[in-house]
């Protein structure tokens, strides 16, 4: 994604996010995502880098001199961008007071922004500093608000009371020791007070994964005669045959399928790193039939695209999977059932062929081993081979037994 396309799609992003604090409901985000989709190309094709209020009325009187919309849906165009305006320039009441929760007290400002500017240069994503901030500010607040004026007033008592008001202590804790570390390198504190703050573990949840029969079922009620199911059927593959992740499936781009060479490369979202996965006939098949036969004609670069020909949002890849589990008819019994539980099914998989755990992490876009063993506790095969037989009884357990 170029930088000009970046900053929009980070201020959708970053807009929904902010309604969803708001309190708005799911299906609310799927008609302002598309939206905020519509304003995107209308900015991007007049150059526009940055968003103004000036922009959304320009907009808005470019729609209604097409005649192609009615009085509700012009209605409703001018109401996002009246909630798009309140976000940017936190006029109304309720966006501002959202805005002041994630205000940053001006006594902790600078040492806060230096920090962050540390991730940045150590390579971190925008989301991940983005994080850190909601997260560190939440903490400097609950100082600011039991008095604490000035770095030298800090002391462990008040990062204790900031961690037990914590709704994720885990996360809380984690990102406090980084912050202190970096505090007490600085000299802006004396003492890395976070090391008070125990070690919070939460138990590793077993991962979602489906059956073969249960997957084929899911691929077979593809109607793969629209230009809907194509598209459908596509995604679904890469995520249950390749272990894509749905941010990579939806920012997948024409340019990084190689048809010739039958590979797939791109940069992986999360992870900044290069990845390069087998284009599998069965998948080439599929992308074929929808690039040639069901993706709308248009100059937009990524590959699965909307009936509106605009970028798929963050959701509608987990929400698509999650269409056709219920349309299948697979009962999830506790299981997840968004893209996010193809891509483990396509990992246990390859755990319980013996495929090396090496092998399984690369191809899942891991740098670390240690982020997949998990799948290992799937593969029952595999813990058969390793069982012990049962040792002979001894002692006074022998006696008892022969007592029976």
């Known amino acids: 994604m170029n930088e000009k396309n970046s900053y929009w799609y980070q201020l ?61 849906t012009l209605g409703f165009k001018s109401t996002v961008i009246r909630r798009l305006d309140e976000y940017i320039n936190g006029r109304n009441y ?29 390579g971190y994503k925008e989301i991940t500093v983005r994080q850190y901030h909601s997260q560190l500010v939440k903490m400097l607040r609950c100082f600011s608000e039991n008095g604490i004026a000035s770095w030298g007033e800090v002391n462990a008592s008040c990062v204790q009371q900031a961690f037990e008001k914590s709704a994720n202590r885990a996360i809380f804790a984690t990102y406090a020791r980084r912050f202190f570390s970096y505090l007490v390198e600085q000299e802006t504190v004396a003492a890395n007070y976070s090391g008070i703050l125990p070690r919070v573990h939460y138990p590793q949840r077993v991962p979602s994964v489906y059956t073969y029969e249960e997957v084929e079922r899911l691929l077979s009620c593809v109607d793969r005669s629209t ?6 059927y596509a995604i679904l593959l890469l995520a249950v045959r390749l272990g894509m992740r749905a941010s990579d499936i939806r920012l997948l ?30 998948i080439e098949d599929a992308l074929r039939d929808y690039i040639e036969n069901g993706r709308p004609k248009t100059d937009e670069p990524y590959i699965f695209l909307t009936y509106r020909k605009t970028q798929l949002s963050r959701s509608v890849v987990s929400v698509v999977a999650d269409k056709y589990f219920k349309l299948a008819g697979i009962a999830p019994k506790g299981r997840h059932h968004g893209s ?9 998989e390859l755990v319980a062929e013996d495929v090396p755990l090496e092998a399984v992490s690369r191809l899942l876009g891991h740098e670390d081993n240690a982020a997949i063993s998990h799948y290992v506790a799937l593969s029952t095969e595999s813990l058969r081979s390793c069982a012990l037989p049962v040792p002979e009884a001894g002692g006074k357990f022998a006696d008892y037994l022969k007592e029976d």
């Open 12 to 72: 959708k992003d970053d807009f929904i996010d902010f309604l969803r604090e708001k309190g708005y409901s799911k299906s609310s985000f799927t008609h302002y995502r598309g939206q905020i989709d519509f304003l995107i190309r209308y900015a991007n094709a007049l150059g526009y880098t940055e968003y103004i209020p000036e922009i959304g009325q320009e907009f808005l009187k470019s729609e209604a001199r097409l005649k192609e919309w009615d009085s509700k």
């Open 94 to 122: 309720t966006f501002a007071r959202l805005r002041i929760l994630y205000q940053c007290p001006e006594c902790f400002e600078c040492e806060l922004e230096a920090f962050l500017q540390t991730l940045r240069d150590d």
């Open 227 to 232: 230009p809907m199911g194509k598209r459908d």
């Open 253 to 282: 781009c024409l340019p990084d399928i190689d048809f010739k060479n039958r590979k797939i490369s791109y940069i992986q979202f999360k992870t900044d790193v290069p990845q390069t996965l087998s284009l599998l006939p069965e």
């Open 340 to 348: 996010h539980s193809l891509r483990m099914t396509f990992a246990s």
